[in-house]
């Protein structure tokens, strides 16, 4: 490689920071790519780029009209960028073990409308979680599901709660529990009152809000609906249902009080629900430090003790 002899300045937490930015755009393939996991604009993750390749004094990656490609100095960097943060992790494991308390910083991500869970396991976890760690400062965030997950890999956040599942590399994921999801509709609708039963082959000419994480929901449904509408979350999904113009896929907790006013309704279609999971996710390296075990836990027992209270 054809680089500058000079030594590279010490490294800082901007410098870490910039790192992290270049390794989420790296694994996102571009620039644009990156302005949904990273939460910034394309000329705000350049001018972060140019600031690392000025603090390294080498050209890390190509980005222009003729597209994103790392440049043999940036394959270098990025894998030594992975090593450098798992090695951060590391350190934060044995200074936690040493002391035998829980303390630093825990970064968590939430996919959106996780309130609206029956018995709110997640505000139940945090209650825990923070009656244990009182010398961990907690950062909480939410954003879309596949967000969600994407911050846990960009090392953006030590654990996320998401449906999405989309089995990204050095993640580990752990079922917290499964919710029930269908078709809904506006009460203006046309769909708000077919017959009872209707087979899902008998609907046609129909638009279907589908997700921008994961564009499945009539392909889960075994339809070929028309999709005019992309939703970024569940609440998108909700507007866009409520309009009149399209139907869409929700989870039964989130639907449930616009059914109760009057607002929405669930399809009565032959075979009304689908079956999804919610998540826990965090870095299979990661998954020593106590407090990625500690909230993973106070999650998983707070979930298990929603459930059996929906039970009874």
């Known amino acids: ?26 694994e996102c393939g571009g620039l644009s790519a990156a ?15 140019s600031d690392l390749e000025a603090r390294l004094m080498v050209r890390l990656c190509e980005r222009g009209r003729s597209g994103f490609s790392i440049t043999p100095y940036g394959e270098t960097v990025y894998r030594a960028t992975i090593e450098l943060l798992d ?26 409308n996780l309130h609206l869970e029956r018995g709110n396991p997640v505000a139940t976890a945090l209650k825990k979680f923070s009656q244990r760690s009182h010398g961990v400062t907690l950062n909480v965030s939410t954003a879309g599901p596949g967000e969600a997950e994407e911050a846990v890999s960009a090392r953006l956040a030590n654990v996320a709660v ?18 029930r999801s269908a078709l809904y509709a506006a009460t203006s609708h046309r769909l ?6 209707t087979a899902l082959s008998e609907i046609d000419d129909l638009d279907i809000v589908t997700r921008a994480y994961q564009r499945r929901e009539h392909s889960l449904l075994g ?20 309009s009149g113009q399209f139907v869409g896929v929700l989870t039964e907790h989130t639907a449930d009080p616009w059914v109760q006013n009057g607002k929405m309704v669930r399809v009565p279609v032959e075979q009304p629900f689908i079956e999804t999971s919610t998540y826990v996710v965090f870095r299979t390296k990661s998954k020593n430090l106590p407090v990625v075990q500690a909230i993973a836990q106070d999650l998983a027992n707070a979930y298990a003790g929603a459930s059996k209270a929906n039970a009874a």
Request: proline share 5%; with cysteine.
């Open 1 to 26: 490689m054809n680089v500058p002899k000079q030594n590279i300045p010490p490294i800082h937490d901007v410098d870490i920071r910039l790192l992290r930015i270049f390794k989420s755009v790296v």
């Open 35 to 49: 302005e949904y996991t990273l939460g910034v604009g394309r000329s705000a993750i350049s001018k972060h780029l």
């Open 87 to 112: 090695a951060l992790d590391q350190f934060r494991a044995q200074v936690s073990a040493a002391k035998g308390v829980l303390t630093g910083a825990a970064d968590l991500c939430l996919m959106d």
């Open 162 to 179: 998401t449906s999405s599942n989309s089995g990204l590399p050095g993640l580990t994921y752990k079922a917290l529990a499964v919710h």
């Open 192 to 197: 708000a009152s077919i017959r009872p039963g």
């Open 223 to 242: 339809l070929g609906w028309r999709s005019s509408a992309v939703a970024n979350d569940q609440e998108a999904t909700v507007q866009l249902i409520l």
